[in-house]
């Protein structure tokens, strides 16, 4: 037995997993950090280097890692382009006065920014939230939290956003339509938990009766064409080609380009407007990004990694419930990115809770990891939303935090809440 493998499995993997956190906390790319992950987990677990090189290559091309690429990479490219045209502001403009309840109207508009992944997206939806909340008597923490609580209000299910679809990936076998019907409750409950802390605030002016609803689902075909054609096609392609691995990837990949060519002859967008927006440093570090979680994951699996710690945690009687919340809020409340705690703790959790509680659905321990690594993400300091609504509104950390902590410690309790349903159902 060689040094390395005296070391006890789990110090090993926790040692690589403070690497990765280490890394991206010196401002090292999330891509590198797990790059540099996939290779000291290599080295720990005793690979080769040429076992290390099969499996990035085999995680590289395998055919879901490329799909999801794809997928991601148009989901910023219509985001963009629905942005840097103006689409979504005429889509909000054409909203203001379809909901005379005023309350609903400050929850929605940031919301309706939501549907669309953009990178610090809440500083595009505190213009629209300060111009209802002005009037108001919401002091400007209470609208940064307005504004930042209920932008992330769909990032649970909605699959537009990265990280469910990471989740899909990671997790073999499932379905993502069932995915999303199991993370979806967690959207409802948030915009209650949400609610509550305005209804006892003063009214806030309504705006003029707007009965005109057809401009605005003018304005949301782009994504609505997404939501229904996309999933549409995937689970009609998933039933006419079983053994087909990416049918329900193939649905939405068409049914986003077809919103890409939508958004680009509305707006009369030109060539090298689109070729820009394709190119953009954000599209391709995401892609890298997707990548490289992809290649940490095929490196856990190729090293046996988790089956060392799945018999030392079952040595040390740690119950599964607890490591499947702690590890993703902590990785969550650290990176304050959502992507970053799925790709470094589901790798690990996935096939940990096949091998503790193999008999039990999945669903359930996969909702409980996104319920608590989101609270951990909304909690963190570092959350480029939270810094940049609180800049726009100038509101200070610690304020809006008032406002913060009690939601999340609610979500975090729902989740346990819910785990225990689902597990009775």
Known sequence: ??????????????????????????NLSLGNAFCLGA????????????????????????????????????????????????QMKRLLANFKGLIRHSRLNIVIFPALIGLLPMPGGA??????????????????????????????????WWPLYPGILLVAALAKGISLTSLMLCQSPLTLFVLLVGYFY??????????????????????????????????????????????WDIGKE??????????????????CMTMQEITKIIFNPQTLKMIYMIFSILIFKGMLEDSHAVEGISGELAYLKIPLILIVAILPFLVGMITGIT???????????????????GSASIYPYLML??????????????????????????????????????PCVYLIAAGFGYFYLLRLL
């Not at 505190?126 to 930042?148: C, D, H, K, T």
């Not at 075909?221 to 079983?242: H, M």
């Not at 990949?253 to 680009?264: G, T």
């Open 339 to 357: 992507i970053a705690f799925v790709g470094s703790a589901f790798p690990i959790l996935v096939p940990l809770i096949a091998s503790l509680d």
């Open 39 to 86: 290779v000291v987990l290599g080295v720990l677990f005793g690979l080769h280097p040429l076992q290390m090189g099969r499996s990035m290559v085999m995680a590289v091309i395998f055919p879901k890692t490329l799909a999801l690429a794809v997928i991601v990479s148009l989901i910023l490219v219509l985001s963009n382009a629905m942005e840097t045209t103006g």
């Open 250 to 267: 193939a649905g939405l990949i068409i049914a986003l380009i077809f919103s890409i060519v939508l958004v680009r002859q509305s707006n």
């Open 198 to 243: 305005l209804v006892r605030q003063p009214s806030i002016p309504a705006d003029p009766v707007n009965r005109n609803m057809i401009p605005f689902f003018r304005e949301l075909l782009p994504v609505a064409i997404v939501i229904v054609i996309g999933l549409g096609l995937g689970i009609l392609f998933s039933r006419l080609f079983p053994g």
């Open 369 to 406: 990891a996104m319920a608590c690594g989101f609270s951990g993400v909304l909690l963190s300091p570092v959350h480029l939303c939270l810094i940049l609504s609180n800049q726009y509104f100038e509101a200070s950390m610690e304020s809006v935090y008032r406002y913060l902590w009690k």
């Open 123 to 156: 500083v595009f939806s505190a213009p629209m939230v300060r111009e209802l909340g002005s009037n108001s008597g919401y002091s400007p923490a209470q609208l940064s939290f307005i504004n930042y609580w209920f932008r992330h209000v769909w990032e649970y």
């Open 1 to 26: 037995m060689t040094f390395l493998e005296q070391i006890p499995a789990l110090i090993r993997l926790l040692l690589v997993f403070s690497i990765v956190i280490i890394g991206v906390r010196k």
